[in-house]
């Protein structure tokens, strides 16, 4: 990118076009912009009298989300006016958090990295990247130089706390790790969703609003859609279908429907035909897995399997979708795979109404893809636990153990970019400890949180209605192409900064080069004359403030695969060598070896715990609105009534759930929702410590599930956290 253009007028001036218009002072104008708080992107109208918002609604007119918006959305408004947010950076002294200036706090959080690394190396710097910062448009463009610019290779991120399965499994077998099947679910006739709660999440690596109405749609069209998940969730309602699975199991019950697919005879590439390799291997896998040699050990009829597998093969159209309950599971990456081979095999990869690729009008895949840049998988290895990196990062689970264990590379500072690892990663309060010992850690966050506490320097950026936003990331994993570009609605105050700003100033003070102060606008401007589709560009974005329709997803390979060869890879080597791994775990669940459940209220009793996600929530930081807070306490620990009669245990009393890394107490909700045996507890809660600054979620904590949950338990293939099928033991608590 070039220097010049951060001056070019006609890129200040079309980037701050709509920013002018609603700031007229015209009296109730409408403002239309994408909610970038969670993937769904739903266009809002916002009325407002100069900095009043009036109202925050769905826009009908945006073509991806027609009107749909949820709960959180109007929480903007809060985010926004909340008091407790930070506007100028701040710098911990012995007397407690000092307003600083920026000059004075880049100047500090710049010397400051340079003696650590000084002293200990360049990669005794840590950085940790949260999830907003996919979310966050400026981010997406100047993060990488940003963290490029602090030298560092011990680079970690929510990524191996979420999706990381999904890119190993798209670069093994699609050669790029951001080559993301999207379910078509517009089209399709059947939709299998293995571990995913859209109907709450709105939707993940499926950008997705409105999923309600879709999945209406669908059964208005004579289709269906089966739920495999250990609660018979809000999702689980809607459907045609739910089957109870225990946490773990999927990748045994996706091996036994591949089975019957081929013992039946219904191979059938359909549009992948000629360019898939690995087929006989898979098939070859797929002996040992019958329904009937699996039903013991998934619980599931093995007819019911038979029927499953029958009726996706035979759908006119069908789709697999997994997310989080099967990847962030012991089998992450076995159960992205063989979602994957499942959709290749009956025809259903890359065609409408089965599982297709984005054609995004901002395409940093192709871009990337074109200068070789695809991903890497495990060419380094964590320093205590040998853990596998990926396209630059290593597995959040090992973070604490990196800043805990001494030695040569030991971490001695750390950078957190949009994030709360405390409440967010694995055996969190390991990590809060470990925080503690640091030389310098510096926070680039809006709020004074469970994680940004430890901070010495906390860097506050300008956030969401106060910044533009392009969706980089989300468009490439949206259901429908659709291209959208919203200024800010309201101007920063003159001492704030955006995100971008900040690493630009950083970078530029790290590196001693100049800063253009360059607005990411000007990428986005090139990158959408560069694009396919005629006719774009960020004019034409800016003259339609609701959004410009691309159409449905269309086939794109093999033109957009990136593998050397041009060729699907059905049967790469990391996950034929991973199913010894689960050969073993199947051995060790057969139902024989299990001991049956002790029945005493005294005695603890022990389960398996999932997570859960909430209309209400976003991860670990909306928790601050009180409007998303307020009635009764949602941190619940969910239980079948069999296990809580078991325990003792009646609605609305407080349980003990504990494990070897911690235990939490919490009020239980007891419900037919869950299967016997696991119980559910909802994470980014337990804001419970006295010197954060978030007033509205101090008075309602919760407690975090990440206190139990253990950072040893991970997809050892992909080096992702299982926070799903936490042994715990639950028992009633003394003081009811
Ligand atoms: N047990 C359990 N743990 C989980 C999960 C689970 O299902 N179960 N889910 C995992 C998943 S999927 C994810 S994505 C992670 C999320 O993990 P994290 O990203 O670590 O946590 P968040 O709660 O999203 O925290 C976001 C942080 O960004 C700050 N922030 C918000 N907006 C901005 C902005 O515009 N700029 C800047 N600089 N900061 C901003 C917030 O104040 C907050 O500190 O949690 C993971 N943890
Ligand atoms: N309202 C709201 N929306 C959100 C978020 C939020 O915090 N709140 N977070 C956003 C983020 S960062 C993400 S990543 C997405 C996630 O989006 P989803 O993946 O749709 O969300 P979850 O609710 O975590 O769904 C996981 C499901 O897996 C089930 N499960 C647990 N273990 C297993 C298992 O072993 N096997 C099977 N088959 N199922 C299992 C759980 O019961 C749960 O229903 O949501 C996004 N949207
Ligand atoms: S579903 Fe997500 S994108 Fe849509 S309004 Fe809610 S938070 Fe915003
Ligand atoms: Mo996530």
Redesign the pocket.
Known sequence: MSAEGANDPAVRSEATNGLAASLKGERSMKHYRTCN????MCGLVIEHEGHEILSIKGDPNDPLSRGHI?P?AVALKDIYKDPDRLKKPQRKTATGWQEIEWDEAFDEVVNRLRVVQEHHGVNSLGVYQG?PNVHNFGTMIFGPNFVRSLRTKSRFS?TSA??LPHHVASLLMFGHYFMIPIPDIDRTDFMLI?????L??????MTCPDYGKRLKAVQARGGKVV?????R?E??HQADEHLF??????AL?LLAMIHVVVEEGLVDLGNVEGIVEGVEEVKQIVEDFSPEHMSPVLGIDAEAIRRLAMDFAQAKSAVCY????????IFGGL?LWLTHVLNILTGNMDRPGGAMFTQPAFDFIGTDGKNGRTGTFGSRKTRVRGLPNFTGEFPVAAMTEEIATEGDGQLKAMVTIAGNPVLSTPNGQALDKALEQLEFMVAIDIYLNETTRHADIILPPATGLEVSHYDVIFNTLAVRNVAKYSPPLFEKSADQRYDWEIFQELTARLTGKPNYAIPPELALKKGLEGSDYEGMSLEKLIKEPHGVDLGPLSPALPGRLFTPNKRIQLAPEAFLQDLDRLRKFQVQIQPQTQNSSPHSHTQPHTF?L???????????W?HNSHRLVKGKNRCTLMIHPDDAQAAGLETGEIAIVSSPQGAVRLPVEITQDMMPG?V?I???WGHRHKDIQLAVAQSTPGVSVNDLTDNALIDELTGNAA???VPVEVRKDGFN
């Open positions: 708080l969670c993937e769904a949820c959180k999830n929510a979420d999706q293995i571990g995913a709660n859209p709450v999440s709105n939707g993940s690596m739920v495999v998940d250990p609660r969730t999702t689980a699975i225990k946490p773990g199991r999927d019950l997994s997310r989080m309950g099967a990847s962030t599971q159960c398996l999932i997570g859960r996600r909430q209309l209400r929530s976003n991860n670990s909306m696991v559910s909802p994470h980014g926070f799903n099928g």
